[in-house]
């Protein structure tokens, strides 16, 4: 099975704080990718990645940035902590294509729900 | 630029009662993938079905079926004989073909909150 790990469930961070959220998947994943969950918005993309060290931006990337270091890992980070950053933070993963349209379904971490005060 | 709309925020049905939630997608490519997933309360995503542009069939698997309509852009799922374990919020998804320099993203919807009571 698929396995999408967070590194935490519950966090709890102060305003102006650097926060990392670390995201680790066991099955050789190209594509990897980070949203946020918040009531009535449904998830929004924030960066994925499609291989170590490439990375593309969402629909809301302002105030994060991402690293994938690693083919298994991609980290969020939130570079000085904001209260409008508190919410829900999903990680995914999903196999690359072999040269088309080979477009698989992701696989979801448990989430990371952050609490900036 | 692909956006999907799920109009529905919440519906609740009593048990045993069909339900029917909606998705509408927009895309400029004519080869994508669609997507149902459920979010049960303890907060994981879980994937219910992928479907590609090429292929309208409807699909059925057990209680649940899917209709794909390219017509009219939409990718309704629907529940039959509903249970309560079936509450929880449902996302559609949209995933373009895959790019030559990059890879596939995946935009949702805003999910519809569904509520099943004995």
């Known amino acids: 099975d698929v396995k999408v790990t967070q590194s935490s469930r519950y966090l709890v961070k102060r305003t102006g704080e650097k926060v990392f959220l670390e995201c680790v998947q066991d099955?050789?994943?190209?594509?990897m990718f980070w949203y946020r969950q918040d009531p009535g918005l449904g998830l929004r993309l924030i960066y994925f990645?499609?291989?170590?060290?490439?990375?593309e931006k969402g629909d809301i990337p302002e105030g994060y940035s991402v690293s994938r270091e690693k083919k298994e890992r991609f980290s969020l980070i939130l570079e000085s902590a904001s209260t409008n950053q508190t919410s829900m933070y999903l990680c995914?993963?999903?196999?690359?294509?072999?040269?088309?349209?080979?477009?698989?379904?992701?696989?979801f971490g448990q989430g990371t729900r952050l609490t900036v005060v | 630029a692909q956006k999907v709309t799920q109009a529905q925020t919440e519906i609740s049905v009593v048990e045993k009662e069909d339900v029917t939630l909606d998705c509408v997608y927009e895309?400029?490519?004519?080869?994508?993938?669609l997507f149902w997933y459920k979010q049960p309360p303890s907060g994981e995503l879980v994937f219910l079905i992928r479907?590609?542009?090429?292929?309208?069939q409807n699909e059925i698997s057990g209680r649940y079926s899917w209709n794909f309509q390219k017509s009219t852009s939409s990718f309704n799922f629907t529940i039959t004989a509903s249970q309560v374990v079936d509450s929880a919020v449902y996302f559609c998804?949209?995933?373009?073909?895959?790019?030559?320099?990059?890879?596939?993203?995946?935009?949702f919807g805003a999910g519809t909150r569904l509520t099943v009571k004995p």
């Open positions: 995914a993963s999903s196999p690359g294509g072999t040269g088309g349209y080979l477009n698989t379904e992701a696989f």
């Open positions: 099955m050789d994943h190209e594509n």
């Open positions: 990645s499609y291989d170590v060290k490439m990375k």
């Open positions: 895309t400029r490519d004519t080869t994508y993938y």
């Open positions: 479907r590609n542009s090429f292929d309208e």
């Open positions: 998804a949209l995933s373009e073909a895959q790019r030559v320099m990059g890879n596939n993203d995946m935009r």
